[in-house]
């Protein structure tokens, strides 16, 4: 076969495996978007385990209508310009390509009306072309995106589709994730028209309420707290107390700059750290944000963006190590009171 150009489509399908793996990974690059967009509530209705559909719809700063198709495309994004902007990189995505990509598998439609238009529209596509029909509908300020049939037409991929309910497990725990990097953020999860999560906004900085509804009270309350900053590197965690430890291996939440992780480095100096601390310790609990000036880290190193690579390495991972283990010593008055409960 001779080298020709793919056409878009199909290029747009190739990448939707590294980024669209299951209906949890569409959510998760909506919501995002919708954070980048500036919402302060985000609603996600999904049908059958996002089977048959993922809607979401944000109050976030919505989408002109000369830019809806242009947002349906591959490489098309409004979060960065340059390649300084990528080293200086703030927002969750800059790729752009998570709605060309979740478009090529599904059926989307996405309705948007920024404030300053009178007129909501509405862009939908699916089937062979990337034709894409605009339509005037009414609709708040914001945005909704209507994902239905994922995988409809990659019968590979839908293959591995697991039931309903492990499907939506997966996306209960992207939303949770997400929810506890932004407590100014009011979150609703609905499954099947039933409300699953209800997660209502309370001060950006008020970490420890969201912790509280999203892990329980009982996790913020047995946990130790500590807050650490070196060179320009903040550390603040939650760290699970000996009570939780065995039942908690689903309450392991890292963040880096506002971005949730499943960073090997960020773990690695975790469990060190309560290794030192308290011997061996096979599931620890905790909820971990760091925060590093954005030149210092590569968040370009997963389509996903589930791990990022840090500049100094071995110092971040001494720094979270450190700061951990001297948190939970058990001379720490505040651990000694919780492990005595
Ligand atoms: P990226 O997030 O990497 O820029 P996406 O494909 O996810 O790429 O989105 C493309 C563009 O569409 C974004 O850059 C943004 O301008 C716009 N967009 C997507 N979702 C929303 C939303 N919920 N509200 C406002 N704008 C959005
Ligand atoms: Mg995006």
Known sequence: MPIQLLPPRLANQIAAGEVVERPASVVKELVENSLD???????????????????????????????????????????ISTLDDLEQILSLGFRGEALASISSVSRLTLTSKPASQAQAWQAHCEGREMAVKLNPVAHPDGTTIDVADLFYNTPARRKFLRAEKTEFQHIDDVIRRIALSHPEVTFILRHNDKVMRRF????????????????????????????????????EAWLGNEHVL???????????????????LILHAIRQAYE???????????????????????????PAKHEVRFQQSRLVHDFISKTVADALQPQSDYASAGAAE
């Open 37 to 79: 967009a500036g919402a302060s509530k985000i609603e996600i209705d999904i049908e059958k385990g996002g089977h048959k559909r993922i809607r979401l719809r944000d109050n976030g700063c919505g989408i002109d209508k000369q830019e809806l198709e242009l947002a349906l495309s591959r490489h098309a994004t409004s979060k």
């Open 246 to 264: 065995r039942s908690s291996t689903d309450c392991q939440f890292s963040f880096v700059n506002g971005r949730g992780m499943r960073d090997k």
């Open 276 to 302: 030192s601390a308290w011997g061996t310790v096979e599931q620890p609990a905790f909820v971990v944000y760091l925060t590093v000036p954005p030149s210092d880290v590569d968040v370009n190193v997963h």
């Open 200 to 235: 209502l906004a309370v001060d950006k900085t008020d970490f420890a309420a969201r912790i509280a509804a999203v892990a329980g009270q009982k996790f913020v309350r047995n946990a130790v707290y500590c807050h650490s900053e070196y060179h320009g590197i903040t550390l």
